[in-house]
Structures are given as C-alpha cells and as structure tokens.
C-alpha cells in the first residue's frame, strides 16, 4: 500500500510568487496535518483536518497561508505572496482518526526555496 | 522557550555503543512519539507512549510520566542508525510540539 505522497518534492519560486504544495494522505486516513520544518530545527505544526474540515489551523503564520481539503482525502497548502522566510521543507502527515494517540505517517516533505 | 526539548544536539559515537536521546516536555500530553529523519527528510515513526516502556529491535523507549522525561536508547548502535532522532509530544486537542531533534553519527 502506498504512504503519504507530497508534490512536488521540490519548489523553487521568486519572492511575491503563489506556490501550490499538494498531500496525498494514506487511504483511509481521516486525519491530516500540515508541518513545517526549517533548517536544523523540529517540524512545526501548521494546521489539522479531520476529514474535509480544518479542525485546528492555529499554527498558518499570517493569511497568506491557507490550506484546503474539500474531499476529506487529498490536500492542498497555498502560500500567497511568498516571502524569502518562508522557505522550509512543507511536511504533511495522516492518521487513521485523528486520535492524538494515533501514529502519524509522514510524507517525503516538500522542499521550498524562495529566491 | 521550547516545550520539548532534546539533549543531546549532536552525538557520535563508534559502532557497538550504547546510544541514549533524552526528550523533556513542559506539561501533561497524552502521548509522547520518537521520530527518525533520514537525509532527504523522511520521517518514520519509532514509537508512540504514554506510559512505560517499549521495544522494537535494538530500540527502546521508556516515559516517566511523573518526571515529564523520556528517553530513546539504542543497543549495538550500527552506521545506518545515523540519523536524526526527533521526540515529539501530542495533547488532546491534537496539537503537536516537536523537539529540535538529536543528529545522530555512528563511525564504524
């Protein structure tokens, strides 16, 4: 069976730009969750779906992030305006129900350079 | 100032040592996860607790709830365990706060 699949695994755009990063969740996994992580640092949690719902979006930085998943399956983070900080390796993760006891399965990551 | 932190940043050691990554966190969570990161940044999940202990391999995991502490221990250590170890704890309300995480050498 297939694990989480993130695309694409790079992205290299110009400050100002809009970058689209796409989560193919394991199937069947209700639960999703966006990360972010910077060099040499732990990921930093972003926002959570539970189904198509965002159940927790408490970590986007400002408006310029958002992210969507409007059949509860597939999800796509949108960053508008990108600024030079933003760049990081984007890491999305499922989980069967979203238990925070459950075991997340983490994707490849997306790497994001902005110029 | 983190709620997770890790200790050691950095550690390497000789094939065949004993490997121990402490992980403290600031307040109740409901589980505690070990993570490792490859290079290119995959990340597989080790082990997931809330209280104990346990083993897979030459991994160990134990928590002590009441002293908000885990460690991650590593027997017989090889050149492939060389990674980053990254502890994370998750909270009822699904939130999930990372360690810095521990980069790992192990020198044959």
């Known amino acids: 069976g297939a694990g989480v699949s993130q695309t694409p695994s790079n992205k290299v755009t110009e400050k100002g730009k809009y970058v689209e990063l796409r989560c193919d969740p394991i199937s069947g996994h209700t639960a999703l969750y966006w990360y972010r992580q910077s060099l040499g640092q732990g990921p930093e949690f972003l926002i959570y779906f539970q189904g198509t719902g965002a159940a927790d979006d408490s970590g986007l930085p400002n408006d310029r992030f958002f992210a969507v998943r409007p059949e509860g399956s597939v999800s796509t983070l949108k960053i508008q305006r990108t600024e030079r900080g933003d760049s990081a390796v984007y890491l999305c993760?499922?989980?069967?129900?979203?238990?925070?006891?459950?075991?997340?399965?983490f994707g490849p990551g997306t790497r994001l350079t902005v110029l | 100032k983190n709620e997770v932190e890790q200790s050691p940043q950095n550690l390497t050691a000789q094939e065949g040592e004993f490997i121990t990554i402490n992980c403290s966190y600031s307040?109740?969570?409901?589980?505690l996860h070990w993570l490792q990161q490859h290079p290119g940044g995959g990340i597989v999940s080790l082990f997931m607790l809330s209280s104990g202990k346990k083993k897979h391999g030459r991994l160990i995991a134990t928590i002590n709830i009441q002293e908000k502490h885990s460690s991650l221990h590593i027997t017989a250590s090889h050149p492939r365990d060389s990674a980053v170890y990254i502890c994370a704890a998750s909270y009822n309300n699904n939130d999930m706060r990372f360690g810095a995480g521990t980069r790992l050498t192990v020198k044959p």
């Open positions: 307040v109740g969570i409901s589980a």
């Open positions: 993760a499922s989980s069967l129900t979203g238990y925070s006891t459950d075991t997340q399965y």
